[in-house]
Nanobody
């Protein structure tokens, strides 16, 4: 099972940007799909964005036009570029390769003035 480690979270003001990274412990070239999810306090974990090995992407309506998911197979890393951040984007962000119960430890994103 591939190990996933997220990084890049932090505190940012509304309108700011962050780039999250998810480093995998082995090659991600053959992994069909990778995704970013988030979980805010008191809420269920929800899909943020999803990318296949063919670079097909899917985004939650709430982040379309603001977030961009990408994968670098040579670096075994998944990214999430987040622009125009809003307070409602505050959550712990997780990456997954869709293997059963395979998640990273999460990285906290807080959007606040």
């Amino acid at each position: 099972q591939v190990q996933l480690v997220e990084s890049g979270g932090g505190l940012v003001q509304p309108g700011g940007s962050l780039r999250l990274s998810c480093a995998a412990s082995r090659s991600i070239f053959s992994i069909y799909a990778l995704g970013w999810y988030r979980q805010a306090p008191g809420k269920q974990r929800e899909l943020v964005a999803h990318i296949t090995k063919y670079a097909t992407t899917t985004y939650a309506d709430s982040v379309k036009g603001r977030f961009t998911i990408s994968r670098d197979n040579a670096k075994n890393t998944l990214y999430l570029q987040m622009n125009s951040l809003k307070p409602e984007d505050t959550a712990v962000y997780y990456c997954t390769d869709y293997a059963p119960n395979n998640w990273g430890q999460g990285t906290q994103v807080t959007v606040s003035s």
